[in-house]
């Protein structure tokens, strides 16, 4: 059974940082994409960040460049989202989620998430003083 589960979420102060993870099982890390998504309250859920396939590959957000940083460690069936000078505005569900596309081997988009086919169930961050 394929899984995508994330942790790390939580309670941190603006300007803080958390780190993410999101551990895959039952699939190959290494033939999918990952992307991150986050929903905050009445808000549609919006890209983060992604990382192709082959790991050659990073987008993000233009609000979380220079901010934000995702990496795969594939050996431990695992992405990280380190995240940095986080902002109130960050506060949301963030959620992992895989794509086989086999464009996704060498990049990697986030638009709707439509090319996502996994999805974990969420880890709350709440950026807050």
């Known amino acids: 059974q394929l899984q995508v589960v994330e942790s790390g979420g939580g309670l941190v102060q603006p300007g803080g940082s958390l780190r993410l993870s999101c551990a895959v099982s039952?699939?190959?890390?290494?033939?999918?994409?990952i992307g991150w998504f986050r929903q905050a309250p009445g808000k549609e859920r919006e890209g983060v960040s992604c990382i192709s396939s082959n790991g050659g590959r990073t987008n993000y957000a233009d609000s979380e460049k220079g901010r934000f940083t995702i990496s795969r460690d594939n050996d431990k069936n695992t992405v990280y989202l380190q995240m940095n000078s986080l902002k109130p505005e960050d506060s949301a569900v963030y959620y992992c989620t895989a794509s086989g596309a086999p464009t996704f081997q060498t990049n990697c988009l986030m638009g709707r998430g439509t090319l996502y086919d996994y999805w974990g169930q969420g880890a709350q961050v709440t950026v807050s003083s």
């Open positions: 039952g699939f190959t890390l290494d033939r999918y994409a």
